[in-house]
T-cell receptor
Framework: EDQVTQSPEALRLQEGESSSLNCSYT??????LFWYRQDPGKGPEFLFT???AGEEKEKERLKATLTKKESFLHITAPKPEDSATYLC?????????????FGQGTTLQVKP | GAVVSQHPSWVICKSGTSVKIECRSL??????MFWYRQFPKQSLMLMAT?????????EQGVEKDKFLINHASLTLSTLTVTSAHPEDSSFYIC??????????????FGPGTRLTVT
């Protein structure tokens, strides 16, 4: 069964304290792994897409990496405005029938 | 680019009535649109996938007669919750994906619609 698991469920950091969020997956036919940020009461905001093991992408204080079994979202020197829920999703299927399966998310709180 | 809007952003309706939620892709043509439901402190659960001009594909356990989806154009999809009940109260989010080469395989999400059924 296709499954996406994120850990930890919640993470509290002090401003400037770097850390990593994990997304492990067991799927057949992975066509991409996505990271989104979601603020309370809002829709998810696209961050990154990773397609193959070894791939890395960066955006400001965030860096996403991918292996054959998991992805990490590294947060370097976080700021309070980075507080949000970070969602990982895997893209399954092909063509227009492809869909995203989401993990449960990691809620990050960065304290000043 | 790749902006998706939803309307309304929140709605309150009485039990037994129907409510329609619109999802629009503003700056690209969405060949595929998705509807998700999110309960408090839970992740997004895919309800259905719709391709322009064809019938929606519903996920297991989602009642297609209760959640009517219409994807009449490349920029508009609607979700109608029929005979709503309090247990249908949730946060409904749509997403859109363009043709290959436009937005890639990324899905872009709308801001969500908070439905409360009293």
């Amino acid at each position: 069964e296709d499954q996406v698991t994120q850990s930890p469920e919640a993470l509290r950091l002090q401003e400037g304290e770097s850390s990593s969020l994990n997304c492990s997956y067991t799927v057949s036919g992975l066509r991409g792994l996505f990271w989104y940020r979601q603020d309370p009461g809002k829709g998810p905001e696209f961050l990154f897409t990773l397609y193959s093991a070894g791939e890395e992408k960066e955006k400001e204080r965030l860096k996403a990496t991918l292996t054959k079994k998991e992805s990490f979202l590294h947060i370097t020197a976080p700021k309070p405005e980075d507080s949000a829920t970070y969602l990982c999703a895997v893209h399954l299927g092909s063509g227009n029938t492809g869909k995203l399966i989401f993990g449960q998310g990691t809620t990050l709180q960065v304290k000043p | 680019g790749a902006v998706v809007s939803q309307h309304p952003s929140w709605v309150i309706c009485k039990s037994g009535t129907s409510v329609k939620i619109e999802c629009r892709s503003l700056d690209f043509q969405a060949t595929t649109m998705f509807w998700y439901r999110q309960f408090p402190k839970q992740s997004l659960m895919l309800m259905a996938t719709s391709n322009e001009g064809s019938k929606a594909t519903y996920e297991q356990g989602v009642e297609k007669d209760k959640f009517l989806i219409n994807h009449a154009s490349l920029t508009l999809s609607t979700l109608t919750v029929t005979s709503a009940h309090p247990e249908d109260s949730s946060f409904y989010i749509c997403s859109a994906r363009g043709a290959s080469g436009s937005t890639g395989s990324e899905q872009y999400f709308g801001p969500g619609t908070r439905l409360t059924v009293t």
